[in-house]
């Protein structure tokens, strides 16, 4: 039964990214990304034209984010069963999830509000909750990062020499948080490709991110299916091997 | 023979070293790419730009950085053929050519500010700090993984993995050279 309950927990990824995508692109419209050179009056054009689209496509990416808590902690309980992996990664990560979940949920909230009456607010005021919400959602890489590489350094303390994660995965985890990073220069720039629509500071990182999830999404899944499942279908090998199978089963 | 064999067909590291590194060099070819793209919309004007960059720093930096390769590459020979002693010698010396590249890119970035030069000057110096920038940072990783060589070089026995971590990590440090070797044209010469 707890593995049925992981198997769903790392699926619950899966449910996160379809909701995303459905939230951000045909319901709040917001890919690609609106511009940050847009005049104040541009941005509450936008929230006052699209007002109940931008709010039900943001309501489901906020109610989604369940599913990225739950799929990032079934990653977390996998990097336990890394055999040498040092402790200290997985409470990195567990703290850096926490604070991943808000710097997702909070940036909602602020375009809640900036989605609440927008043709009552001064121009000037939606464009700062506007601001506000993209620039905390982009510039917000540091748990992420921090999540991504230590994930990945507990892929790669793996000491077994069959790994439970392929190795490879353990660098692409080294690449995909590397890649998180450039976003920091978003606050310099409102035009170009380092602005928070940009190449460097969107487009990259959001391919970056998914291409994480949907890799751990199915590495995860081929982990928690591993080694539990091995021993029934060994019946011969119970008597003398019980007490060791036990141990790997927890 | 079999050593023969496995040499014919071995990639230097672990092969998952090379996700990374080819990744890596993908996002700086479009970072490169994207640099090209906007001295195209005005030439005029990244090519006067270009004429406040001091040559002597960029290619000093070059022979710092290819020299650096070349004491890497002894390293990880030193590291095959068991010669256990010189391998930390010659990465401690890979090292000090990344920390002089590092001290004269404070004194060239510190000449270009005090002359008003900064990112906001225009396009050309805007791409000059964030090309440069990105390549240093990677330095400065790689500095990292170097000091992680010598430690590991400095034990008596390397296991397989060990080995390969030496060879991945050399890899890394040649990817800050390559990349560099690229940047170096393009930002002081192109025209």
Same mark, same amino acid.
């Given at each position: 039964?707890?593995?049925?309950?992981?198997?769903?927990?790392?699926?619950?990824?899966?449910?996160?990214?379809?909701?995303?995508?459905?939230?951000?692109?045909?319901?709040?419209?917001?890919?690609?990304?609106?511009?940050?050179?847009?005049?104040?009056?541009?941005?509450?054009?936008?929230?006052?034209?699209?007002?109940?689209?931008?709010?039900?496509?943001?309501?489901?990416?906020?109610?989604?984010?369940?599913?990225?808590?739950?799929?990032?902690? =079934?990653?977390?309980?996998?990097?336990?069963?890394?055999?040498?992996?040092?402790?200290?990664?997985?409470?990195?990560?567990?703290?850096?999830?926490?604070?991943?979940?808000?710097?997702?949920?909070?940036?909602?909230?602020?375009?809640?509000?900036?989605?609440?009456?927008?043709?009552?607010?001064?121009?000037?005021?939606?464009?700062?909750?506007?601001?506000?919400?993209?620039?905390?959602?982009?510039?917000?890489?540091?748990?992420?990062?921090?999540?991504?590489?230590?994930?990945?350094?507990?892929?790669?303390?793996?000491?077994? =020499?069959?790994?439970?994660?392929?190795?490879?995965?353990?660098?692409?985890?080294?690449?995909?948080?590397?890649?998180?990073?450039?976003?920091?220069?978003?606050?310099?720039?409102?035009?170009?490709?380092?602005?928070?629509?940009?190449?460097?500071?969107?487009?990259?990182?959001?391919?970056?991110?998914?291409?994480?999830?949907?890799?751990?999404?199915?590495?995860?899944?081929?982990?928690?299916?591993?080694?539990?499942?091995?021993?029934?279908?060994?019946?011969?090998?119970?008597?003398?091997? =019980?007490?060791?199978?036990?141990?790997?089963?927890? | 023979?079999?050593?023969?064999?496995?040499?014919? #067909?071995?990639?230097?590291?672990?092969?998952?070293?090379?996700?990374?590194?080819?990744?890596?060099?993908?996002?700086?070819?479009?970072?490169?790419?994207?640099?090209?793209?906007?001295?195209?919309?005005?030439?005029?004007?990244?090519?006067?730009?270009?004429?406040?960059?001091?040559?002597?720093?960029?290619?000093?930096?070059?022979?710092?950085?290819?020299?650096?390769?070349?004491?890497? @590459?002894?390293?990880?020979?030193?590291?095959?053929?068991?010669?256990?002693?010189?391998?930390?010698?010659?990465?401690?010396?890979?090292?000090?050519? &990344?920390?002089?590249?590092? &001290?004269?890119?404070? @004194?060239?970035?510190?000449?270009?500010?005090?002359?008003?030069?900064?990112?906001?000057?225009?396009?050309?110096?805007?791409?000059?700090?964030?090309?440069?920038?990105?390549?240093?940072?990677?330095?400065?990783?790689?500095?990292?993984?170097?000091?992680?060589?010598?430690?590991?070089?400095?034990?008596?026995?390397?296991?397989? #993995?060990?080995?390969?971590?030496?060879?991945?990590?050399?890899?890394?440090?040649?990817?800050?050279?390559?990349?560099?070797?690229?940047?170096?044209?393009?930002?002081?010469?192109?025209?």
């Amino acid at each position: 039964m707890g593995r049925k309950i992981e198997l769903g927990m790392t699926w619950a990824g899966l449910v996160w990214v379809i909701l995303f995508f459905i939230g951000m692109v045909p319901l709040a419209n917001w890919i690609p990304l609106p511009s940050p050179s847009d005049t104040a009056a541009e941005v509450q054009a936008m929230y006052v034209d699209h007002t109940n689209s931008i709010r039900a496509g943001l309501a489901l990416i906020f109610t989604g984010t369940i599913g990225y808590i739950l799929f990032s902690a =079934a990653i977390a309980s996998q990097c336990r069963r890394i055999k040498g992996a040092p402790t200290a990664l997985r409470y990195a990560q567990v703290g850096s999830i926490g604070a991943c979940t808000l710097l997702i949920i909070v940036p909602i909230i602020i375009w809640f509000t900036a989605a609440y009456r927008p043709e009552v607010r001064s121009a000037e005021s939606i464009q700062l909750l506007n601001d506000l919400g993209w620039i905390m959602f982009i510039v917000g890489f540091v748990p992420f990062v921090a999540w991504v590489w230590t994930v990945g350094l507990a892929i790669l303390s793996d000491e077994d =020499a069959d790994p439970l994660f392929p190795r490879w995965a353990g660098y692409l985890c080294m690449l995909l948080g590397t890649l998180q990073i450039p976003p920091i220069l978003l606050v310099f720039f409102q035009t170009g490709p380092f602005a928070w629509n940009g190449l460097f500071s969107w487009w990259i990182p959001a391919t970056d991110f998914f291409t994480f999830f949907l890799v751990m999404l199915v590495l995860t899944l081929r982990a928690i299916r591993r080694t539990p499942a091995a021993a029934p279908e060994a019946p011969q090998a119970v008597p003398e091997l =019980a007490g060791a199978g036990a141990g790997t089963g927890r | 023979m079999a050593t023969d064999a496995a040499r014919v #067909r071995r990639t230097p590291g672990e092969a998952g070293t090379w996700v990374f590194i080819f990744g890596d060099m993908t996002v700086f070819a479009v970072l490169f790419a994207t640099y090209l793209y906007y001295r195209a919309e005005d030439p005029a004007l990244f090519a006067s730009s270009q004429q406040e960059l001091n040559q002597t720093f960029g290619a000093v930096n070059t022979l710092l950085l290819l020299l650096s390769s070349l004491l890497v @590459v002894a390293a990880v020979r030193a590291v095959r053929d068991h010669r256990g002693v010189a391998a930390p010698r010659l990465i401690a010396g890979a090292m000090a050519c &990344g920390l002089a590249f590092s &001290g004269l890119k404070v @004194v060239e970035y510190g000449e270009k500010i005090s002359h008003d030069q900064t990112p906001a000057t225009d396009d050309f110096f805007l791409y000059y700090f964030v090309l440069t920038g990105m390549h240093w940072f990677h330095l400065l990783i790689g500095l990292a993984v170097l000091t992680a060589l010598i430690v590991i070089t400095r034990k008596p026995n390397l296991t397989a #993995r060990q080995v390969s971590f030496v060879e991945g990590g050399a890899c890394f440090w040649h990817m800050v050279d390559l990349l560099w070797i690229v940047l170096f044209p393009l930002l002081y010469f192109v025209r």
